[in-house]
């Protein structure tokens, strides 16, 4: 496997199953713009959404940390909410991982365009 990756590891009966980071961070992502009320994620690049999510291990469980655009009319402790409940069963229902924590920081409020 190349050195540039960190990887998370699980062994079972059969041999290791190696889960990128890069892998969990765009479940992560994917996940988090699928709840109502997240307009994008701060700071992501063009071709890949995940760049604004960190994924670290403590304890043999995932930390996510993410920061989002929330769209203007929301709730944020609703929206906030929402987002971690979506992470947390999206890598636990994909990866098989525990998440001990889904942190999540609105990053500002999109406003919607009015046409002119």
Known sequence: MSDSKDYVSRSDEL?????????LAAIS???????E????????SKKNAAKGVHI???DEKVVVSMSVLMAYGHTIPEMGKAVQEAVKNAIESMSGLEVAAVNVS???IVFPQKEQ
């Open 106 to 108: 609105v990053g500002g």
């Open 29 to 35: 992502a994917a996940a988090a713009l699928e709840v």
């Open 56 to 58: 670290k291990l403590e």
């Open 37 to 44: 009320g997240v307009s994008s994620l701060t700071n992501p």
């Open 15 to 23: 041999g290791n199953i190696h889960i990128s980071e890069e892998v």
